[in-house]
């Protein structure tokens, strides 16, 4: 799986858009990126994913650049209730495969 | 629906002894996979079953064994705890298109 680079903290304001940037400069083209996060203490909470094209779900949008080697999570009013640690993952989609975290990105939202 | 569960929530074990922590899903899914994360540290793969009857090494396979008992249950079994072990234990699964990962709520074990 191609390695992901993030920023390991970030803060953003309460209702605002938080933008979380990934790098994943050696992406193969079959690799898709995914991205998680973890409040405090809980199991990681899958948010997102996508190939080549942008992604939006309930709970957030997901911006690919044209080579793939970079990628942007936004949420798009962020709530204190946000605050996690996100975590950027590119992997093949395959049944057996692993998913590898790197450190991610704490996310303080700040009132 | 109950997604990924894990007994026991908490567990406190001396050096040298030996205990199970079980993880069931009720999601039909093939592959489940046991996680260890450390204070402040991100999350590293322990062991993994792609399917029933398989299991393979993750990264920190070292003093761990698991067993996947049938389609919903994986097992990870500590046979002689040492401090170094001492970490919140996440069992996961996914589905078939392998989009998305489930956890669960996580066992924090410390070793004394």
């Known amino acids: 799986d191609a390695k992901t680079t993030q920023p390991p903290s970030m803060d953003c304001a309460e209702g605002r858009a938080a933008n979380l940037p990934c790098n994943h400069s050696?992406?193969?083209?079959?690799?898709?990126v995914y991205w998680y996060r973890q409040i405090h203490s809980q199991g990681p909470q899958y948010i997102i994913h996508?190939?080549?094209n942008n992604e939006t779900n309930e709970m957030a949008s997901l911006i690919i650049t044209e080579d793939r080697k970079s990628s942007t999570l936004i949420l798009p009013h962020a709530t204190l209730r946000d605050t996690a640690v996100y975590y950027c993952?590119?992997?093949?989609?395959?049944?057996?495969?692993?998913?590898?975290f790197g450190g991610g990105t704490r996310l303080m939202v700040k009132p | 629906n109950a997604g990924v569960t894990q007994t026991p929530k908490f567990q406190v074990l001396k050096t040298g002894q030996s205990m199970t922590l079980q993880c069931a899903q009720d999601?039909?899914?093939?592959?489940m996979y046991w996680y260890r994360q450390d204070p402040g540290m991100g999350l590293r793969l322990i062991y993994y079953?792609?399917?029933?009857?398989?299991?393979d090494k993750g990264e920190v396979p070292n003093g761990y064994n698991v067993s996947r008992l049938n389609k919903r249950e994986f097992s990870l079994r500590l046979e002689s705890a040492a401090p170094s072990q001492t970490s919140v234990y996440f069992c996961?699964?996914?589905?078939?298109?392998?989009?998305?990962?489930?956890f669960g709520p996580g066992t924090r074990l410390t070793v004394t």
């Open positions: 993952i590119v992997r093949v989609v395959n049944a057996g495969n692993m998913l590898t």
């Open positions: 050696t992406i193969s083209g079959n690799e898709y």
């Open positions: 996508g190939l080549k």
């Open positions: 999601m039909n899914h093939n592959s």
């Open positions: 079953s792609a399917s029933e009857g398989t299991t």
């Open positions: 996961a699964s996914i589905g078939g298109m392998g989009y998305e990962q489930y």
